[in-house]
């Protein structure tokens, strides 16, 4: 697999995502100025009411790495305060970048072999701090090539999100 390194994304200073828990809503896609399926993945309920919002920016991607499947997606802004409160302690040291990729993908990453990799402790997890530690103390047994791999498809994944954003406003 051809491995292209993406530069790491400035999370202090990223762009709030929506927060809260996915609410089943009608689909209202037709009130859009544009046809929804034209933009990159975004669900089509992003066009409805105040839900919509729960919606706007979800992206899911599947990729493979040396034989084994994984499911990466972006994190919502209340996940991703959860994981950097995870890396406090490696501030002004020289282990910061790989805290914050080790925390990152244990905050986006979904599946690995087709299996969640720490289940919920209930269904619904609302506690999103709870499920990155649980994916943390699994990944941190990792080598940090494995991490670093799943790390850039994560941050190809933000800069594919904010491409889509940025399209989704050039056409309202």
Same mark, same amino acid.
């Not at 979800?58 to 305060?81: C, K, M, P, W």
């Not at 999103?128 to 498809?153: F, G, H, S, T």
């Given at each position: ?85 995870? !890396? ?9 970048? %790989?805290? &914050? ?5 244990? +905050?986006? #990453? $979904? ?34 090539? !494995? ?9 190809? %994944?933000? &800069? ?5 954003? +940025?399209? #989704? $406003?050039?056409?309202?």
């Amino acid at each position: 697999m051809d491995q292209t390194f993406v530069e790491r994304p400035d999370f202090e200073n990223d762009p709030s995502y929506a927060v809260g828990e996915e609410v089943p809503a009608p689909v209202n896609a037709e009130s859009l100025p544009f046809d929804i399926a034209e933009i990159d993945s975004f669900d089509d309920r992003v066009g409805d009411d105040i839900e919509g919002l729960l919606y706007l920016g979800h992206i899911e991607q599947d990729f493979n790495y040396l034989g084994h499947s994984f499911v990466v997606r972006t994190l919502r802004a209340g996940e991703r305060l959860a994981a950097l409160a995870l !890396v406090k302690d490696y501030e002004d040291t020289l282990g910061l970048d %790989l805290a &914050l990729q080790t925390v990152m993908v244990a +905050a986006s #990453l $979904e599946l690995v072999d087709g299996r969640v990799l720490s289940a919920p402790l209930s269904p619904v997890d609302d506690k999103p701090l709870l499920r990155i530690k649980r994916n943390m103390e699994i990944i941190e047994r990792w080598y940090e090539p !494995v991490i670093a791999a799943i790390y850039d498809q994560c941050s190809a %994944l933000l &800069l594919r999100q904010r491409s889509a954003i +940025a399209e #989704l $406003e050039g056409k309202s």
